[in-house]
């Protein structure tokens, strides 16, 4: 049995209802347990990461919205910092990694008929929700920050999306939505829900399949985390099932500009008092106060993992040497190849157990000019 509780005081969830928050502490819901993988239960009539909707703990009246999302190819090339595979999550429907946590939220959202949604966005959540918003005939307000790209704006735009544009920092835009929601609004929010990171579990259940074998560490960008969630949380299943004998050492990536979890996993709880939510081309990571910041930590840490963060003037550099592998992502993205030429330099080959995977998460095509 899968129950959704506040993370503090231990309040269950109001069934129908989609509650950011807990209405008696305000603090965030999450999975107790989260929804288990039962590799007996996999559905090979569903395509893509359907085929895994056994464990995305939906109601019983949950149907797929399914627009192509999962079955990402895991493609290897022999590099200079070894023999890498990459997870191109960039191939998804609207050119994100978001798409397997909208497309299990909208499938949620029709369940209990909910038909009208707000959410916060530097981009990409914002163009998969309402993409999966306009599949399941649900109107979509999508809060975003001025400095959003115009290709992302465009995007959600096209879906049919009504975009509120907010002057000022991600957690200015942040803080309009958590206002909208006070009010009665429904706030689909990839940051607060818990409902999406069974949707990134499914990555993990892919890396296996692919590989044929344990992963041995897993490097990704990391703003809010809940990728880095929901990965860990299917790569725990898969150990839990006897898929695996050990966890893939995790790797988290952050850009300095806007690296708290980086700072905290550095530097502990003091280094927070210097970081800053400055500007970066990792728009998707520029996030100053991850709500599940603590829960990433020990993700990371129970894995035998680390964080990293990348100096603004690397990311460039970076998005070209993937490019010339034929990987085109945005900055967000390319961030985690500067993290794994920072741990090759700093202990050589050894520093990361074999096979080594590497998580694009979001499309070149993304990215302003």
């Known amino acids: 049995m899968t129950d959704i509780v506040c ?101 949620l959202l029709q369940a209990l008929d909910i038909r009208e949604v707000v959410e916060d966005s530097s981009g990409n959540a914002g163009a998969s929700l309402a993409a999966y918003a306009a599949a399941a005939g649900i109107e979509a307000r999508i809060f975003v920050p001025d400095y959003a790209s115009g290709p992302k704006r465009r995007q959600i735009e096209a879906y049919g999306a009504q975009i ?17 929601a006070e009010t009665g609004a429904v706030y689909a929010s990839h940051a607060y829900l818990p409902q ?92 100053r106060n991850p709500v599940r910041g603590d829960r990433v930590l020990q993700a990371v840490s129970g894995s035998g993992g680390t964080f990293l963060a990348v100096e603004e003037d690397r990311i460039p550099a970076s998005g070209e040497a993937l490019a010339r592998m034929g990987f085109y992502v945005e900055p967000t993205s390319a961030i985690v190849w500067d993290g794994l030429r920072q741990l090759r330099e700093a202990a050589g080959p050894e520093a990361l157990r074999e096979p080594v995977v590497v998580i694009l998460t979001g499309s070149g095509l993304k990215r302003s000019a």
């Not at 603090?27 to 090979?44: C, E, L, N, Y």
């Not at 509120?164 to 909208?180: H, K």
């Not at 074998?213 to 703003?223: D, K």
């Open 164 to 180: 509120v544009r907010i002057l000022g920092t991600r957690s200015a835009v942040a803080e309009a939505v958590r206002r909208a």
């Open 196 to 287: 999406l990171q069974p949707g990134f579990a499914s990555i993990a259940y892919e890396i296996h399949e692919q590989i044929g074998a344990a992963a041995g560490t897993v490097i990704m960008p990391v703003g809010q985390g809940g990728l880095l969630l929901g990965v860990a949380s299917g790569f725990e299943n898969l150990l839990a099932a006897g898929s695996i004998q050990r966890l893939p050492q995790l790797v988290g990536v952050q850009a300095m500009a806007c690296a708290p979890i980086w700072a905290a996993f550095t530097m502990g709880a003091a280094g927070l008092q210097w970081v800053t939510e400055g500007q970066t081309a990792a728009e998707g990571v520029r996030i």
């Open 7 to 107: 993370s503090n005081c231990g309040r269950p969830a109001e069934s129908g209802r989609l509650d950011f928050k807990c209405l008696t502490c305000g603090s965030f819901f999450d999975f107790k347990p989260f929804p288990a993988f039962d590799p007996g239960r996999v559905r090979t009539d569903l395509p893509g990461l359907w085929r895994f909707i056994e464990s995305f703990g939906l109601p019983a009246n949950a149907r797929p919205v399914y627009l192509g999302e999962g079955d990402t190819p895991l493609v290897s090339r022999k590099t200079d910092l070894g023999e890498i595979a990459f997870k191109l999550e960039n191939l998804n429907p609207t050119g994100s990694h978001k798409d397997r946590g909208s497309a299990v939220l909208a499938a």
